[in-house]
Antibody, heavy 122, light 110 residues
Framework: QVQLQESGPGLVKPSQTLSLTCTVS??????????WSWIRQPAGKGLEWIGR???????NYNPSLKSRVTISVDTSKNQFSLKLSSVTAADTAVYYC??????????????WGQGTLVTVSS | SYVLTQPPSVSVAPGKTARITCGGN??????VHWYQQKPGQAPVLVIY???DRPSGIPERFSGSNSGNTATLTISRVEAGDEADYYC?????????????FGGGTKLTVL
């Protein structure tokens, strides 16, 4: 059973960089046709996809966040990470990591982390 | 960019059938996936590839997709089905490509 766990600071100051790590257990991050994604959800609002990475390092980002986002992968640690720069209060949200299954033009999330709340405040 | 439109809320009595729609331009040409999210929990995949159910999801959950509307149908609704439901597609028709979520529908069991 694959499990994902987010970790990182729960409080980030405005203009600083938000950094989160997702640790994958129960399977290798390098096995299979999976892209690993970050998704966020502000309180009381819907889901917003941030971006994804393949273990080759290939990435895709949400155009609305692309200028501030970097997603990386460390296969030796079975982890992938998110960095979001120049944060504001609008970046306050629960951040989820998820495993994405891919086939041609199809992509969906079959495993999710429990989510971690990140608050942007001075 | 591609837009998915869901009704903000749907209400249904226990034992009845709930239908949650997800509208998008020619969505029938895409593969639609559905997630259930209960308060304080991470989303759970309930339907993928328009109508397939992951292991462990009750047969009461089904999906369809045609034209400009995809539909999640929950038969014999139970109190435990009360949750937010999100549809999702991979948009390869726009540049750049990316994941698109609907705005979510809150299912209330009366």
């Amino acid at each position: 059973q694959v499990q994902l766990q987010e970790s990182g600071p729960g409080l980030v100051k405005p203009s600083q960089t938000l950094s989160l790590t997702c640790t994958v257990s129960g399977g290798s991050i390098s096995s299979g046709s999976y892209y690993w994604s970050w998704i966020r959800q502000p309180a009381g609002k819907g889901l917003e996809w941030i971006g994804r990475i393949y273990t080759s390092g290939s990435t895709n980002y949400n155009p609305s966040l692309k200028s501030r986002v970097t997603i990386s992968v460390d296969t030796s640690k079975n982890q992938f990470s998110l960095k979001l720069s120049s944060v504001t209060a609008a970046d306050t949200a629960v951040y989820y990591c998820a495993r994405g299954c891919i086939a041609a033009d199809i992509y969906y999330f079959d495993y999710w982390g429990q989510g971690t709340l990140v608050t942007v405040s001075s | 960019s591609y837009v998915l439109t869901q009704p903000p809320s749907v209400s249904v009595a226990p034992g009845k059938t709930a239908r949650i729609t997800c509208g998008g331009n020619n969505i029938g040409s895409k593969s639609v996936h559905w997630y259930q999210q209960k308060p304080g929990q991470a989303p759970v995949l309930v339907i993928y590839y328009d109508s397939d159910r992951p292991s462990g999801i009750p047969e009461r959950f089904s999906g369809s997709n045609s034209g400009n509307t995809a539909t999640l149908t929950i038969s014999r609704v139970e109190a435990g089905d009360e949750a937010d439901y999100y549809c999702q597609v991979w948009d390869s028709s726009s540049d750049p490509t990316g994941v698109v979520f609907g705005g979510g529908t809150k299912l209330t069991v009366l």
